[in-house]
C-alpha cells in the first residue's frame, strides 16, 4: 500500500475554487497536508519532506501572488536536499489569465534543485476564465470546469504511478550548437561525459545553419508526418534527431545562455519535436542541462528547458536536472572553485536516473 500523498496547499480558502479541483483530484486518496511555510520547515527539518510524493497546489490571486507561498518558496531555495527522493506534480489556480506558469516554472526550478524530481507534464493549471482548458473540454464533451477537475484527477493518478524507469543499458541523446574549440558548455559536458559509463551517448550538433524553425503547419499536416515518423522540413531534425530520440532514454541540452535565452537552433529543435510528439509521448525519458552563462541568468534559461521539455513535451525531470555554471572567457568553466565536485555530482545523478545497476530504494 502506497504512502499518503502529502500535499503542499498555502494558504487554502474554505469555498475557493482550488478546494472543488483538490476534491476531485484528491476523492478516495490518502493524504497529509502542508498549509503554512512555518510547518514546511518543520517538516523539512525533520526529513519528512524526502521519498514523498508530493502534490503543490496553489491558489494566485489577480496579481499572481500568494504570499504565504512566497514565504514557502523561500524556504524550498534555502533547504538544500530536503526534497531528497520524492517526486511531485503541480496545480496552480490562477484568478486571472496571466502568471499561472510562471509561477509553476519557478517553482518546479526551486524544488527540483531541493532533490525533487517531477513527473512528465508535471502541471495541471486552471487560468482565472478556464479558457485554457477550451480544446479538452470540446473534446471530453463536459464544461471547462469538469475537464478542470479530470486534468486534475489523472495528475494525481500520474504521480502516484510514477516509476523511475531505470535500464540495464541506457541511451543518453545530446544536443548543441556550440563549438568544441571554444565553448565552457562543451568543456563541462566532455568531462561530464567520461563519467558517464555503462550509458550509451549519441551526440548530435545543431550547427550547420540548415535547422530550419518550425512554422506551424496545419494541426493534421503536422501528425500526418509525425506518425511517419518525419516533419515537412526535414533535415537534421528527420535524419539525425528523431530517430536517436526515439532510441534514447534521455536528452541532455548543452546550453549556453545567449541573451537570457536558449540559442536559436536548440529553440528551433524544441519546436520541431512537435511533429514526433503528435505520435509519440515521452513519460518514460528524462531531460537534463548544462547551462552556462557568461554573467548570471542560468536559472532562466534552465526554466526555459523545464517548461519545453518537461511541462510541455511530457519529458520527466530527475533531481537536480542540469548543471548550472556562469563562466566567460573559454576555458574558465573547468577552473571554476568546486567545478569538479559539482561535475561528478551531476555526472552521478545522471547515472542514478538512468542506470538500473545505480538504482536507489524506490518509493
Not at 42 to 66: K, P, S, Y
Not at 136 to 145: D, R, S
Not at 205 to 228: I, K, Q, V
Not at 239 to 251: F, G, I, K, S, T
Amino acid at each position: 500500500m502506497r504512502e499518503a500523498l502529502l500535499l503542499i496547499r498555502p494558504a487554502p480558502v474554505p469555498g475557493d475554487r482550488l478546494s472543488a479541483v483538490l476534491g476531485a483530484a484528491l476523492d478516495g486518496r490518502a493524504t497529509e497536508e502542508i498549509c503554512t511555510a512555518q510547518a514546511l520547515a518543520v517538516w523539512g527539518g525533520a526529513g519528512g519532506l524526502r521519498n514523498r510524493r508530493i502534490l503543490f497546489a496553489i491558489a494566485l490571486g489577480e496579481c499572481g501572488m500568494n504570499l504565504e507561498w512566497c514565504a514557502m518558496l523561500a524556504f524550498l531555495r534555502g533547504c538544500a536536499g530536503c526534497l531528497e527522493g520524492s517526486v511531485g506534480a503541480v496545480l496552480i489556480d490562477g484568478a486571472g489569465e496571466l502568471y499561472t506558469k510562471s509561477a509553476a516554472k519557478e517553482l518546479v526550478f526551486a524544488a527540483n534543485l531541493a532533490g525533487c524530481a517531477f513527473v512528465g507534464q508535471p502541471l495541471v493549471e486552471g487560468t482565472g476564465s478556464l479558457a485554457n482548458f477550451t480544446v479538452q473540454a470540446k473534446n471530453a464533451g463536459t464544461g471547462l470546469f469538469e475537464a478542470y477537475q479530470s486534468a486534475a484527477h489523472h495528475l494525481a493518478d500520474r504521480l502516484e504511478a510514477f516509476e523511475f524507469p531505470h535500464r540495464e543499458s541506457p541511451r543518453l541523446l545530446a544536443l548543441h550548437a556550440s563549438s568544441h574549440s571554444t565553448s565552457n558548455t562543451m568543456a563541462l559536458w566532455e568531462r561530464v561525459r567520461g563519467l558517464l559509463g555503462g550509458i550509451s551517448v549519441t551526440e548530435v550538433g545543431l550547427r550547420n545553419g540548415t535547422l530550419s524553425d518550425c512554422s506551424g503547419c496545419p494541426y493534421t499536416a503536422c501528425l500526418h508526418f509525425g506518425e511517419r515518423g518525419g516533419c515537412f522540413y526535414g533535415g537534421v531534425m528527420v535524419e539525425e534527431v528523431y530517430p536517436a530520440l526515439r532510441q534514447a532514454d534521455a536528452v541532455l541540452f548543452l546550453a549556453p545562455n545567449y541573451n537570457d535565452a536558449l540559442s536559436a537552433n536548440l529553440t528551433a529543435c524544441i519546436n520541431r519535436l512537435t511533429a514526433l510528439f503528435r505520435a509519440v509521448r515521452f513519460y518514460d525519458k528524462a531531460v537534463f542541462g548544462i547551462v552556462v552563462s557568461g554573467y548570471s541568468g542560468g536559472d532562466i534559461v534552465a526554466g526555459q528547458i523545464i517548461s519545453a521539455m518537461c511541462m510541455n513535451k511530457t519529458f520527466f525531470l530527475p533531481a537536480r536536472f542540469a548543471l548550472i555554471e556562469t563562466a566567460n572567457d573559454a576555458g574558465t568553466a573547468l577552473r571554476l572553485p568546486g567545478i569538479e565536485d559539482r561535475i561528478s555530482a551531476f555526472a552521478a545523478g545522471i547515472r542514478t536516473a538512468l542506470l538500473k545497476s545505480e538504482q536507489k530504494e524506490t518509493l
